[in-house]
C-alpha cells in the first residue's frame, strides 16, 4: 500500500509531487467539475505550494484549498499554516482558489470556534482530490501528536476537525480527523532530510500509533506515496 518515491534534490521533488497533485485536481475537475485539496503547514511544503500555485493548465476558481491541520493563531502569524500558503501558494495562477481556512477566529478552539470551522467547511466535496500530509520527527502528522489530549477522537472521530493540544504543539491545534484525511482520490506524505528518512523507518516498525501518531496513516488500509529526498 506504500509507494515511496525519491529524489535527488528539493526541486525536482517539489515539481514531481506538484505534477501528482494537478493530475489529481485536474481529474476531479473534469468529473465533479470542483475540486478540493488539504495541504500541510510547518516549512517543508514552501517550495511545493509554490510550484504547484504557478500551474496554469488548472483551473483554479474550481477549486477549494484548505489545510490538514492549523495552529489556533492569527492568519497573519508566522506560526500560522494558512500565511503559509496565502503567500507562497494562492499567488498568480492559483490566486483565484478559494482557501477556506481551519483557524475561524477567538483565543481558543473551544465548542463555539470549532462550530464556526465546521460551518465553514461545508462546501468542501465529500472527498478531497489530494491530501498532502507533513511529518514532525516526533512522528505527528497532521497535529496527531504524541501525548495529544485529543489523540484519541482526531484518529476515531468523525469530526470532521477537531481541537487537540500536546506538550510538543505549541499553541493549541484544530485539525482534521484520520477519517476525513484518509477519504481523498490521492494520498501523499511529503518528508525531507535524512532525520526524517529515519522517522519514518521507526515509525514503519513495531510499536504503539499514540508514540508515533503517523502510523495511524501509515497502518491505514489505502494507498499512499511517500515523496522523500535528502
Ligand atoms: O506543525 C506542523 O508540523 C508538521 C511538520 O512540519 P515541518 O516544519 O517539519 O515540515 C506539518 O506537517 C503540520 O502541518 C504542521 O502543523
Known amino acids: ?12 521533488l517539489a515539481a514531481e509531487l506538484a505534477e501528482a497533485v494537478a493530475s489529481r485536481i485536474n481529474e476531479a475537475i473534469e468529473r465533479d467539475g470542483i475540486a478540493s485539496v488539504a495541504v500541510s503547514g ?15 493548465d488548472i483551473a483554479w476558481e474550481k477549486v477549494l484549498v484548505t489545510l490538514v491541520d ?6 497573519l502569524s508566522k506560526r500560522s499554516n494558512a500565511n503559509l500558503v496565502n503567500t507562497k501558494m494562492l499567488q498568480g495562477p492559483a490566486a483565484t482558489a478559494r482557501f477556506i481556512p481551519l483557524y475561524s477566529g477567538g483565543e481558543e478552539p473551544d465548542a ?5 470551522t465546521t460551518e465553514a467547511l461545508k462546501p468542501l466535496p465529500q472527498t478531497f482530490a489530494a491530501v498532502v500530509l507533513g511529518m514532525g520527527n ?5 497535529s496527531f501528536f ?4 485529543a489523540l484519541e477522537d482526531a484518529l476515531n472521530g468523525e469530526g470532521p476537525v477537531v481541537a487537540i493540544r500536546a506538550p510538543g504543539a505549541g499553541e493549541p491545534r484544530i485539525t ?7 477519504a481523498t482520490d490521492g494520498l501523499y506524505l511529503h518528508i525531507e532530510g535524512d532525520e526524517k528518512a529515519e522517522t519514518l523507518e521507526k515509525a514503519l516498525a513495531d510499536g504503539p500509533v499514540e508514540d508515533m501518531p503517523v502510523r495511524a496513516v501509515l497502518r ?9 529526498c535528502p
Open 70 to 75: 492549523e495552529r489556533w493563531v492569527d492568519e
Open 42 to 56: 510547518g516549512s517543508t511544503p514552501a517550495r511545493f505550494f509554490a510550484v504547484l500555485g504557478k500551474r496554469k
Open 146 to 149: 504524541p501525548g495529544g489530549d
Open 138 to 142: 516526533d512522528g505527528h502528522t497532521a
Open 1 to 12: 500500500m506504500l509507494d515511496r518515491k525519491s529524489f535527488a534534490d528539493r526541486d525536482t
Open 112 to 116: 463555539e470556534a470549532l462550530a464556526r
Open 176 to 182: 482534521f480527523t484520520l477519517s476525513r484525511l484518509l
Open 220 to 228: 491505514a488500509e489505502r494507498p499512499m506515496t511517500v515523496y522523500w
